[in-house]
């Protein structure tokens, strides 16, 4: 049982402050295991596809040395994903500690193991937001590509407890042919206990240690197919709060049709991904890590306005991020005398469309 006090989450103002020294917070998806209780058609973390002696698991000390020296270095979201997360005997102690070292603690769950004490402990523990995966429109689908019977009864028990302690969920619904009619979603997420929803783009590889893809028809879209699954999220929009901003959505259009991009990926500049033998990646897509998180000390980030790939929790989140990063950009360039530059920092249309994107999501921010 985790007992660690957890420190009091940083004000808006305080990170808006830091947006003006640094861009903004940034965040780790910390891969505590690669074990996983589902059975999920589109992902090799399965566990019907992983065999019991490749799992593996990070111990607590490795964990909180990682915290520690990733929080120094200025990761202030650290995301707790797998596989599973809750498979990992000390989650509560790692999101204890993380929040007792002044970060903001999250999980990506299936749910499948949330009970009603288990919720409390997570919340004296410290975790503030939490991510659910749901994979249709309707409980038998769901439940049948999950293997998890009766998943869909926990999370609405689940969504009613977080309320209760003032945790945020949110559902992460993968874009695979599971889903049918994407209208058909608010009122089954609703009835869940959902207010919000992400879009998780498809995956079918990723070169990094991470193992959420699979070669699977659930996931294999052309391209014409794929854009009209966009173009029935961007008309989601505006009867359901869709996480994923418009101009994230436009961007990934283009890059279906291979036309150029407004953003470029800040995987690597404030965005990394960890994986369970502590190597540290710019995302989940690059097959070379940065370094061991242990040698992580900020000279490693990497800024290049990548636009390889279409995973969501990095593209979405760096277009929401980039006016943050570009106003920094432009008071950096004024303290070194340099004004032109930093009015181009300042006054260009990927600000007024970032800015756009964070007025957008402003009603979900807050819970993160």
């Not at 009091?8 to 780790?28: D, F, N």
């Not at 523990?125 to 939490?130: D, H, I, P």
């Not at 619904?173 to 599971?178: F, G, I, K």
């Not at 783009?201 to 193992?211: G, M, R, W």
């Amino acid at each position: 049982m985790a007992t660690t006090t957890p420190t009091k989450r940083r004000s808006i103002w305080q990170l808006a402050w830091e947006s003006l020294q640094t861009g903004g917070p940034s965040m780790c998806q910390f891969a505590i295991t690669s074990a996983c209780n589902a059975r999920c058609g589109f992902c090799n973390f399965a566990v019907d596809k992983m065999p019991k002696e490749q799992q593996r698991f990070v111990t607590l000390e490795q964990a909180k040395s990682a915290a520690e020296n990733l929080y120094h270095n200025g990761i202030y979201f650290m995301i707790y994903v797998g596989g599973e997360p809750l498979l990992h005997p000390d989650l509560n102690e790692m999101i204890a500690h993380a929040s007792s070292i002044g970060m903001a603690p999250m999980i990506v769950t299936n749910a499948g193991l949330l009970t009603p004490d288990r919720i409390k402990q997570l919340a004296e523990a410290g975790l503030v937001s939490v991510i659910i995966s749901i994979d249709a429109a309707e409980v038998g689908k769901h439940e049948e590509n999950r293997g998890l019977r009766g998943v869909c009864d926990r999370i609405k028990i689940a969504n009613q407890e977080f309320k209760k302690y003032k945790i945020g969920t949110t559902a992460s619904v993968t874009m695979s042919r599971l889903i049918d009619d994407y209208q058909a979603l608010p009122p089954f997420l609703t009835e869940l206990g959902f207010d919000s929803v992400t879009f998780s783009y498809p995956l079918t590889t990723l070169a990094s240690s991470y193992l959420g893809y699979a070669e699977s028809n659930l996931v294999d879209y052309t391209p014409e197919e794929l854009n009209e699954r966009f173009e029935a999220v961007k008309v989601l929009k505006k009867e359901f709060h869709v996480v994923n901003p418009t101009s994230s959505i436009e961007d990934m259009q283009r890059h279906l049709k291979k036309e150029p991009e407004q953003f470029g990926c800040l995987g690597g500049w404030k965005f990394f991904y960890l994986d369970w033998e502590l190597n540290l990646f710019r995302c989940h897509n690059w097959a070379k890590p940065l370094c061991h998180v242990s040698e992580f000390d900020g000279s490693q980030r990497v800024r290049d306005g990548c636009t390889a790939c279409m995973m969501d929790c990095y593209r979405d989140s760096s277009v929401m991020q980039h006016i943050a990063v570009s106003v920094s950009d432009g008071f950096k360039s004024l303290a070194a005398g340099n004004i032109n530059q930093a009015f181009q920092d300042w006054f260009n249309q990927k600000n007024w469309l970032s800015l756009k994107s964070v007025i957008e999501e402003a009603k979900w921010l807050p819970r993160l």
